[in-house]
């Protein structure tokens, strides 16, 4: 079955530093992924979506990659605020194509 | 939240108790979703509908069933509530006007408690 992992359940930076949070999948071959961010005591709220062949996309200052050789997706926010501080969830299609099958995420935590 | 409404927001219950959760749209939207959301297991899908009266399960589907009757409306009912299924539930919309791929819409959360 279709398996998507966000390695690190915590990350903490500096603010002003680029933070990256890495999402693998094995054993499908997803059209696209998506990244969302959940704030505490919230839904998650929909970021970006990447397709197979865009390799990279941006917004603002947020971007992320798609490498569909290693099964990595990596998504970074440059010039990190505290006000980034969130759990960051990857989710991509699974094979049935009818739901996502969404990573446990990531809390990422932004000091000042 | 993009005119998702859950209710109840908090709710505690009894062991055996059957409970439904409400999820109420504004938006038309034709996919509509339910998840639970447990530490160490992210969300998972419980059930989700493409149409009136059409549903089909997800991952963690038993001892949860789903009723469409209305567009705007999805229930969630545990017919008879185990403590393992305290958690947080979710409901999503989504459009799927261009694809599969369309962003999902999140509701605020159910916090549920079973005792």
């Known amino acids: 079955s279709q398996k998507i992992e966000q390695n690190s359940e915590a990350l903490n930076i500096q603010e002003g530093k680029t933070a990256t949070l890495t999402c693998n999948y094995t054993n499908y071959s997803p059209a696209y992924l998506q990244w969302y961010r959940q704030d505490p005591g919230r839904g998650p709220v929909f970021l970006l979506l990447i397709r197979e062949n865009e390799k990279e996309k941006r917004k603002e200052r947020l971007k992320v990659t798609f490498d569909t050789t290693l099964k990595q997706s990596l998504f970074h926010i440059t010039a990190s605020q505290p006000a980034d501080s969130a759990t960051y969830l990857c989710?991509?299609?699974?094979?049935?194509?009818?739901?996502?099958?969404f990573g446990k995420g990531t809390t990422l935590s932004v000091s000042s | 939240d993009a005119g998702i409404t859950q209710s109840p927001r908090h709710k505690v219950t009894e062991t055996g108790t059957p409970v439904t959760l409400r999820c109420h749209q504004t938006e038309n939207h034709r996919y509509m979703y339910w998840y639970r959301q447990d530490p160490g297991h992210g969300l998972r899908l419980i059930h989700y509908s493409y149409g009136v009266k059409d549903t089909d399960k997800g991952e963690v589907s038993d001892g949860y069933s789903v009723s469409r009757s209305k567009t705007e409306d999805f229930l969630l009912t545990l017919e008879s509530a185990t403590s393992s299924q305290t958690s947080v539930y979710f409901c999503a919309i989504s459009e799927q006007v261009s694809g599969p791929w369309d962003e999902q819409f999140f509701g605020p959360g159910t916090r549920l408690t079973v005792l």
């Open positions: 989710a991509l299609m699974g094979q049935a194509g009818t739901a996502l099958i």
